[in-house]
C-alpha cells in the first residue's frame, strides 16, 4: 500500500492550498480515509475524515468552515481544500487509510488508521 500527499507550499494568511493524495495497493473504497496534521512539537491531530462512500464526512473543530474534503474513488484520490488558511494550520499534513466497516462509518482515532503516507508540508506565513 502507498500513499502520497502533494500539494504542499508556502502561502500567506488567507491563502488557500489544494492537498491531494493519490493511493496504491489497495481497494480504495474498502478504505476510510482522513488527513491528519502535525506541528512542530506538538502531537499529530484529525483534520478532516471521509467514509468509504464519500457521503460522510467529519471535520475538527479548528478547521469546520475551511477546509473541505473529498475522495474520487474512480481515481484512488483523496483532497483537502484549504481556505482562509491561518498561521496555526503550519503543519506536516499526512493522508492516511482505514479498513472500514463500509457506508457511512467513519474512524476518528489515530489508532485505527492502518497506512499512512510520508507528509507534505504546508506554511502558512502571516
Known amino acids: 500500500v502507498r500513499l502520497l500527499e502533494s500539494g504542499g507550499s508556502l502561502v500567506q494568511e488567507g491563502g488557500s492550498l489544494r492537498l491531494s493524495c493519490t493511493a496504491s495497493?489497495?481497494?480504495?473504497?474498502?478504505?476510510?480515509m482522513a488527513w491528519f496534521r502535525q506541528a512542530p512539537g506538538k502531537e499529530r491531530v484529525g483534520v478532516s475524515y471521509?467514509?468509504?462512500?464519500?457521503?460522510?464526512?467529519e471535520y475538527a473543530d479548528a478547521v469546520k468552515g475551511r477546509f473541505t474534503v473529498s475522495r474520487d474513488n474512480a481515481k484512488n484520490m483523496l483532497y483537502l481544500q484549504m481556505n482562509s488558511l491561518k498561521p496555526g494550520d503550519t503543519a506536516i499534513y499526512y493522508c492516511?487509510?482505514?479498513?472500514?466497516?463500509?457506508?457511512?462509518?467513519?474512524?476518528?482515532?489515530?489508532?485505527?488508521?492502518?497506512?499512512w503516507g510520508q507528509g507534505t508540508q504546508v506554511t502558512v506565513s502571516s
Open positions: 492516511a487509510a482505514a479498513r472500514s466497516a463500509g457506508g457511512h462509518y467513519i474512524p476518528l482515532r489515530l489508532a485505527e488508521y492502518n497506512y
Open positions: 495497493g489497495l481497494t480504495f473504497d474498502d478504505f476510510a
Open positions: 471521509i467514509s468509504s462512500n464519500g457521503r460522510a464526512t
